[in-house]
């Protein structure tokens, strides 16, 4: 049974009777077993066995430590977590609730959230379940990286990144393992299996979204190309035209020089000199073609 210590400040109190595990107070005596309602004082160690415990705080959060885990319960509103895996779900307010690994914190506000901390991976991980959650790598924490009901996110000493993992949607059959070990009811279980089944939902249909979105784009800029080409199209018509034209315009000065001798076509639409010399068309019809014989 938890000793009752006058002189130390209270964290919380046990929910249920809880076996198999192991408190250290800040002072007083070593014990292994609790009764619903033995206080637990701040400062208090925890290292759970082969049973998981639930606890809570006078504030109204509750916290569910998982088996072969080691817990600090530091103060009302702080919680060290140094091997294992806690259940955090508290009322919305102003005061945070924070949650520290070796690595990583994690500051709430309420709602629900899951930690875990594995020491041979040197790896932490937060998992929302209720509300949009804060994790921050304790050693870079100019980036913290916010967890929105349904994703998880993760920080590892051993990661070359220096901040935590974008979230990504949490697995709904690693999800139920972990809490179907923390003492949860039934219903509470069905709870959340339904809530990452509509985050999951909802993400494909996201998902669905941008995809059409971005292959309706492709179809604007290939209309746009085309749109384009057809644009300059007639560009090239016309130089080809003009092209035209000159070479017709060379084989009738050809064919008059063949006709006329070195005398041009009086055409006024195709000989520029004519448009120089008005009267040169009249001058060019009254003299005699040079391959006349006299």
Known sequence: MAPELAFAGECSRFVNDSKQFRGIPPLGLIYKTATAGDRLDCGTSITTDHASMVLKSKSGVEVRIAA???????????????RGKIFVRGPVRNQEVVIETPNARVQSLGGALLVEYLPDQQKSSLSSLNRRQLLVNRFNEGFPVQVSTGFFSQVAYRSERVTPTPPELIADESLLSVVRGLEFQDQEILAFHETILSIAKKSRKSTIQDLESWRSLE????????????TVTPKFNRASNSALEQENQKVLEDLGR????????????????????????????????????H
């Open 68 to 82: 072969q885990s080691f817990v600090e319960w530091e103060s009302a509103e702080k919680i060290k977590l140094y």
């Open 219 to 230: 179809r604007e800029r290939e209309a746009g190309r085309s749109l384009a080409s057809a």
């Open 258 to 293: 063949r006709l006329w001798g070195d005398y041009r076509i009086t055409d006024p639409g195709l000989s520029k000199e004519s448009d120089k010399e008005p009267n040169s068309e009249l001058k060019k019809a009254k003299r005699i073609p040079a391959s006349v014989g």
